[in-house]
């Protein structure tokens, strides 16, 4: 029901969007009637050959026009004599009351009401404002005005038929009736034509349990759309004032929805008997055989491993069968390499745990090798020394995943400084970190495979000198870690392979190993891991350079957080 109210209301919406657009149109026809220059001067010097020369230049606008069907303008007389109003239809030439006549009827009357002066309303056929029109009109009525001195010269009313608006408004429909009416309850266009010029109280709409004998128009709409036998919808129209109704009777809507219920639960008891059926049947070729089964893997389950099923056929139940016979002799041989598994288990656990290195160990000789190079006053093979002892120290951490940025930097420095002994001439480096940003967590060597690829893929293919740039800083809600190299650069093919994580980089076909592209596999993961947003990016053109960049959005909590 919400849903068909939402329909409605929509179509009564449709429908006054319809009309505000004919009421705009024919405003727009009264304006041009007063920027006109012809119909100016007719109203002014009323001549006969001004009224052809207007007569010319409007009839067409009004023929081709879907919504005008009359005009009547009356000049206002300058002296005692009468002056004919200027009348035309979109057939031609009419004959319409003089402007005293109109003075006396209660459009005139209202029109003078109108706070704004202008008024829209239906003229009556019976009135005989039009002369030989039997038309319902739905009628603009407003001053016209000299444009010079911007003075009421006249007035004009504007007509549309309100038949045949009816027909371009409504649509013949078996569930709703539609209509408009202004707010004293006349109608003023419907789906039945016979209501036009009507009192809404006399439409054979309201239900027998709604008493509207002597009550208002405004009071006997208000109980139309109360009532529980129909479902009313309204839409007010903000440029004429008029009501655009839409009504359907609940009981038709409903009776549908009962045959919809009653077909329904007939296919579904229909098809709930066959389905018992047929699953009863089913399961007579099922059961039995998975009876047979369960037993044999309860003796299984009590240690009896020369169990075995027959089931004959090749379906499912057939093949689960002989799967699971082929089961049962795995899982004999499995039972008898148990024990010598384990047994070489240990002793590879045992040859591991000997094989491993103490990192005291390591520390404690790169710092006796230290030493010795101080006695001996090498101070860049200490330094060399210092540099690979941290290097060991901060890709360790103690253990811990995660690390400040200012350690990874660290880490970066170290290891570049090492790489700068390697490649005095040909190695250059920069790092520039935003200072508000040594503090951040990260997983630990995040940046320093980056850097060890820039060297890899930049230096080694190279002769010349190779510039590396190492930033970090923010950009509105994301942190961004660069890495940049002037190398050769990677061809497009391998570019898209190493981007899409199909093979690995080997630039000219030099390197052969696979630690690059699994480095950047390796740091792809975890930010997909520890990170709910996260991007990693590589730029590179041949001859220029490369680039990778890795963003984290900052407002994303870290998934390992």
Do not use: C
Request: glycine share 6%; aromatic share 10%.
């Amino acid at each position: 029901m919400d849903k068909i109210r939402q329909a409605q209301l929509s179509m009564a919406v449709k429908t006054k969007d319809q009309l505000d657009y004919f009421a705009k149109n024919t405003l727009s026809f009264s304006n041009y009637i007063f920027l006109n220059p012809s119909v100016q001067a007719m109203v002014t010097n009323d001549e006969p050959q001004l009224r052809d020369q207007v007569l010319k230049t409007l009839l067409p606008l009004m023929v081709t026009g879907e919504s005008i069907q009359s005009l009547i303008l009356y000049p206002f007389p300058k002296s005692d004599s009468a002056v004919q109003p200027f009348v035309i239809t979109h057939t031609g030439i009419a004959g319409a009351i003089s402007f005293a006549q109109f003075q006396k009827t209660k459009y005139f009357e209202r029109y003078n009401a109108s706070p704004e002066h202008m008024l829209w309303d239906l003229i009556h056929p019976s009135d005989h404002v039009l002369t030989g029109d039997y038309h319902y009109k739905l009628a603009l009525i407003k001053p016209y005005k000299n444009y010079y001195n911007y003075e009421q010269s006249g007035l004009i009313v504007v007509g549309m038929d309100a038949d045949r608006l009816s027909h371009t408004l409504f649509h013949e429909s078996d569930d709703a009736v539609q209509f408009i009416m202004n707010d004293n309850g006349i109608i003023l266009a419907a789906t039945d034509l016979s209501w036009i010029g009507k009192s809404i109280t006399q439409l054979p709409v309201f239900p027998q349990s709604v008493n509207i004998e002597g009550a208002a128009p405004s009071r006997a709409f208000t109980q139309l759309k109360e009532t529980d036998e129909l479902i009313v919808s309204d839409s007010i129209s903000e440029l004429t004032g008029w009501h655009t109704v839409v009504i359907q009777d609940r009981s038709k809507l409903l009776a549908e929805l009962e045959h919809i219920g009653s077909v329904t639960l007939t296919i579904m008891l229909i098809v709930g008997f066959f389905s018992i059926v047929l699953f009863w049947i089913i399961a007579r070729f099922i059961t039995n055989p998975m009876k047979r089964l369960m037993q044999s893997m309860r003796a299984l389950q009590n240690g009896d491993f020369s169990q075995r099923v027959e089931f004959t056929g090749y379906d499912e139940i057939g093949r689960l069968g002989h799967l699971y016979n082929k089961m049962v002799g795995r899982i004999k041989l499995l039972i008898d390499d148990v024990y010598a598994s384990s047994l070489k288990q240990r002793e590879a656990e045992l040859k591991a745990l000997q094989s491993q290195i103490n990192p005291h160990f390591l520390y404690n000789t790169l710092n006796m090798i230290n030493w010795s190079a101080m006695q001996k006053n090498d101070q860049e093979i200490s330094e060399m020394v210092v540099s690979l002892s941290q290097v060991f120290r901060l890709s360790l951490n103690s253990g811990n995943d995660e690390v400040e940025l200012e350690q990874e930097i660290e880490l970066v420095r170290h290891y570049l400084f090492l790489q700068k002994k390697r490649y005095p001439q040909r190695l250059h480096f920069e790092i520039e970190v935003a200072s508000h940003l040594l503090r951040y967590r990260l997983p630990k060597l995040l940046l320093q495979p980056l850097v060890e690829n820039a060297i890899l893929h930049a230096i080694e293919p190279s002769e010349g000198p190779v510039n590396i740039h190492l930033s970090a800083y923010t950009e509105n809600e994301w942190i961004i870690f660069e890495v940049t190299d002037n190398g050769p650069g990677i061809p497009e093919a391998q570019l898209a392979e190493l981007k899409s994580g199909r093979t690995t980089f080997s630039p000219a076909g030099l390197l052969n190993n696979t630690r690059s592209g699994m480095a950047l596999l390796n740091i792809k993961e975890r930010l997909a891991l520890f990170y709910d947003r996260s991007q990693f990016d590589i730029e590179s053109k041949m001859g220029i350079g490369t680039r990778v960049q890795i963003r984290i959005y900052q407002g994303g909590k870290a998934n390992g957080a």
